[in-house]
């Protein structure tokens, strides 16, 4: 089995392990002991890092809101291993969603962040979090990975990101937060974000965490230059397209137990042009005579613009898959055959 590698956090001196830990299902899908027992695993094969947000479990819900963030919080106490964990949660970016902030729609306004972070802090049990993330801009901008709506310009109709980010300066420079990321961004927003860190002195974002797998290259458009050139890496999310590439939902199937049997919510992996892009990519993989999943994990995993690549397992099985990832020597000709379905089938979940 192939070792993990650890790689630079940003221009910090930190480094981190390639897979990350994604806790969002935890409290929802994932009850309380599943999830301790994942982290142990996980932990002992040398992941320890871990991303949540005061968002989790998902889907979004006021009955089950904090609980990811609960779960985490409640096992690095019981194992001790606050110092030994580097620990990633997010505020929300702008939403209806009134129920986190008492009534308000949620923004990333100076006094929502640091109410948002002293909840945190509070769920995680913990005086500090490694890297504090936002969530998603405070502007409109297509979200989530998803282009389907386009976008559409509203001017000046957002908190300055000025704001937002001397109010992470000041909860840094408390300790409450360690370093600070940005998630489902632009590359404008990206690079205001440096170019106000660099004018005000203030701290650079570290980090990105945006969707990214096999369905799903509009990182590579221009982000991930910007990720390279400046060394802010990606956290890639949903490596597996929910799911998606693994093949178990080809020919319209619907496994029990599955987050789209669970939760349903995934249609924009429904595409036919996506069904036959998965179906080439699990074709190919059975000609390397590899797990699809594991396949489409050290897709991410390899590029050389990811930090770390957030997995999202939900059983033991499937955690063995993302272990046993690491053992596919990603090859020249592994790459052009991966690219080459990629070419005929482009970014097929809009
Ligand atoms: N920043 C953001 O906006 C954002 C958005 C999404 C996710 N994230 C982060 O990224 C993490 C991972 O995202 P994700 O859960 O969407 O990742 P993913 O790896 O693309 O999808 C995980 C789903 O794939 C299925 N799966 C995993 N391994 C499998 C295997 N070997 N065979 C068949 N099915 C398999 C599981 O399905 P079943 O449930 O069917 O068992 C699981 O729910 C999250 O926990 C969160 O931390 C962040």
Redesign the pocket.
């Known amino acids: 089995m192939t070792k993990l590698d650890h790689r630079p956090l940003g221009q910090t001196d930190i480094t981190l392990p390639s897979l990350c830990v ?4 935890y409290g929802s ?1 994932t009850p309380e002991d599943i999830a301790h027992r994942q982290m142990d695993r996980c932990f002992e094969f040398g992941i320890n890092f871990l ?1 949540t947000a005061e968002l989790y479990s998902i889907p979004p819900d006021p009955e089950t809101h904090g609980n990811s963030e609960r779960i985490v919080g409640n096992w690095i106490k019981s194992r001790g291993l606050r110092d030994k964990v580097f620990l990633a949660s ?1 505020i929300a970016g702008r939403s209806g969603m009134t129920w986190m902030r008492d009534g308000q729609e949620t923004r990333l306004t100076p006094a929502q962040i640091r109410k948002a972070v002293e909840g945190s802090l509070a769920r995680l049990q913990t005086d500090y979090i490694d890297l504090y993330q936002l ?2 801009p405070d502007r409109a901008t297509p979200s ?1 990975g998803s282009i389907l709506y386009g976008y559409r310009h509203y001017k000046d109709d957002y908190v300055p990101l000025e704001d937002t980010l001397g109010a992470l300066d000041e909860l840094k420079r408390e300790g409450k937060i360690r370093h600070v990321g940005l ?2 961004e632009t590359s404008w927003g990206v690079m205001k974000y440096l170019q106000i860190a660099k004018d005000k002195n203030w701290p650079r974002m570290v980090s990105i ?1 945006n ?1 990214y ?1 096999l369905l799903n290259r509009y990182f590579e458009s221009d982000l991930a230059e910007i990720a390279m050139q400046e060394k802010i890496g990606l956290l890639a ?7 998606y590439l ?1 093949g ?1 939902y080809l020919d319209g199937k619907e496994p029990a ?4 049997a669970l939760y349903g919510r995934l249609e924009r992996y429904q595409t036919p042009a996506a069904e036959a892009a998965i179906r080439a990519y699990v074709s190919l993989a059975q000609d390397l005579k590899v ?1 699809p ?1 594991a396949l489409a994990l050290q897709f991410v995993t390899s590029r050389p613009w990811v930090t770390s690549n ?6 033991d099985a ?1 955690l063995d ?1 993302v272990f046993q990832s690491l053992s596919i020597k990603w090859t020249r000709e592994i790459d052009r055959a991966v690219n080459a379905i990629h070419a005929q089938y482009p970014n097929p979940c809009p």
Do not use: C, E
């Open positions: 994604g806790t969002m299902m899908q991303d997010k969530h998603w989530f998630s489902n965490q969707a797998n999310y949903s490596p597996l397209g929910q799911g693994s178990k137990g599955s987050r789209l797990d999943a957030i997995f999202g397992a939900t059983s499937q898959v």
